[in-house]
């Protein structure tokens, strides 16, 4: 098992100054400056460091485990096809599934005492995870707590962040409560609708949004408002780099008072569009965000890229812009079509397809 706290640290930062620099300058440039008599004292001695270090790191990485068992069940080495609605996705070093806002707080800031990654995953749609699985601490958010209060035909509902978005609107179209149920299809959580502005059908997440509570880089928890959260289409400061190290706990929403009937049809009618244009099965939904002015599955078509496949991994012949696993498909096959199209389109339209789908973890090639 590759452990967090070690593996993409390793890669990244200081870590990777320990186990490549130190280790190269132990073992070549310490041996080469030493004469016959002190060369193997050297190596010996740093060796015994090494071994050393490579125990604490491994203590560390223990109860690092520990810890987050200590709040929540805890895997190793979890498969990521499990949890993702591509089907696709090595393992993650650390699989922690959290159950409300405080356990996920408190698994980033341990996460984040010891040094780990950390990438939280919602509903596992609108992401693709490399073959080779995602270094440090993944966490499965199912905190799903929600409260709606009325005053003057308002509803100020608020719900944590691993809420399916879907699932609360279909609810809030049941109980008479307006502005969501275009979300009736979405497949994520609310927080990453947060993240990305979810929208559909004329709708989209800016339209209702009153803030969002997130806990910062420094592990202080903020409200930011929407205006704060700078919202444009499918971006917001999150996926600008604009709130580094900022994790979504919940989020409020003013909704206002409609007929159910009337709501639970619009929600009807949206799933009957949505299935006639859609693609069911293994995918992660849109896979590129669509230009201004145009969208993506027509430019995908009018480049010949209908039902194209590389390995398992399919353009779909429904929707373009929809990316089908059509079994045991990989993270790079995916990828390789991603990179495909994206050439097709511009070298034939001089438009540049913008990722709406994530890359995440290890292993696209």
Not at 10 to 30: D, L, V
Request: with cysteine; proline share 3%; glycine share 12%.
């Amino acid at each position: 098992m590759r452990r967090p706290g070690s593996a993409q640290s390793t890669t990244q930062g200081s870590a990777q100054s320990t186990t490549q620099g130190s280790a190269q300058s132990t073992t070549q440039g310490s041996a080469q400056s030493t004469t016959r008599g002190s060369a193997q004292s050297t190596t010996q001695g740093s060796a015994r460091c090494m071994r050393q270090e490579a125990a604490t790191i491994e203590v560390m990485d223990e109860r690092l485990i520990d810890e987050l068992r200590a709040i929540a069940p805890t895997k190793t080495d979890e498969p990521l096809s499990r949890h993702t609605t591509f089907g696709i996705g090595g393992p993650a070093d650390a699989f922690v599934t959290v159950r409300s806002g405080q356990e996920l707080a408190r698994a980033v800031m341990i996460a984040r005492e010891f040094g780990a990654p950390v990438f939280i995953l919602g509903a596992g749609s609108n992401v693709l995870v490399g073959d080779a699985g995602i270094r440090g601490v993944v966490i499965d958010n199912q905190a799903k707590a929600v409260t709606v209060a009325p005053e003057d035909g308002v509803a100020r509902l608020t719900a944590e962040s691993g809420v399916s978005f879907a699932a609360l609107a279909r609810q809030m179209a049941r109980e008479g409560w307006a502005g969501i149920e275009w979300a009736a299809g979405i497949p994520g959580t609310l927080g990453g609708a947060v993240v990305y502005n979810a929208g559909a059908y004329d709708g989209c997440l800016a339209d209702v949004l009153v803030s969002a509570s997130v806990l910062n880089g420094g592990n202080a928890t903020k409200t930011l408002t929407n205006a704060e959260l700078r919202f444009s289409y499918r971006n917001s400061i999150f996926t600008r780099g604009d709130c580094a190290g900022c994790v979504v706990l919940s989020v409020e929403m003013a909704l206002t008072r409609g007929d159910a009937a009337a709501l639970v049809a619009k929600v009807t009618d949206y799933d009957r569009m949505r299935l006639e244009a859609q693609p069911r099965g293994r995918n992660s939904g849109s896979t590129f965000k669509n230009p201004p002015g145009d969208q993506a599955w027509r430019l995908i078509d009018a480049a010949g890229l209908r039902g194209h496949r590389i390995g398992n991994a399919r353009i779909s012949e429904k929707h373009c812009n929809f990316f089908e696993n059509l079994g045991e498909a990989r993270a790079a096959d995916v990828a390789a079509l991603m990179r495909e199209a994206q050439g097709r389109v511009k070298a034939q339209f001089g438009i540049e397809l913008e990722n709406e789908v994530e890359l995440v973890g290890e292993g696209f090639e």
